[in-house]
Nanobody, 126 residues
């Protein structure tokens, strides 16, 4: 499977962006999907994840009241709606597929994901 992320850009603080990730060439609906981000000079960190069926969502604390993850298994897409963006949200955002099907174990660990998109840059100006 291949993942293609899009939707990044430059936005002022307080603004919104919607990231999308399209999967092709392999199974999608049986896997938890996650978003991670990596800021300059920092390690990649977990942002949000959604279970295979879309019934459970997970967020890192700094974004849980501002970001919303969703998926459309019919279209093989996962999205991340980001509201009230702050300069500290500036990073390259990556979508990824968990390594095991029908599992949520290790959803917040990048080591548990085995398929990654190319990343999309989000820049939030103050």
């Amino acid at each position: 499977v291949q993942l293609q992320a899009s939707g990044g850009g430059l936005v002022q603080a307080g603004g919104s962006l919607r990231l999308s990730c399209a999967a092709s060439g392999g199974p999608f609906g049986a896997y938890l999907m996650g978003w991670f981000r990596q800021a300059p000079g920092k390690e990649r960190e977990f942002v949000a994840a959604i279970s295979a069926g879309g019934t459970k969502t997970y967020y890192t604390d700094p974004v849980k009241d501002r970001f919303a993850i969703s998926r459309d298994n019919a279209k093989n897409t996962v999205s991340l709606q980001m509201n009230s963006l702050q300069p500290e949200d500036t990073a390259v955002y990556y979508c990824a597929r968990l390594g095991r099907s029908y599992s949520s174990e290790g959803y917040d660990s990048s080591r548990q994901y085995n398929v990654w998109g190319q990343g999309t840059l989000v820049t939030v100006s103050s």
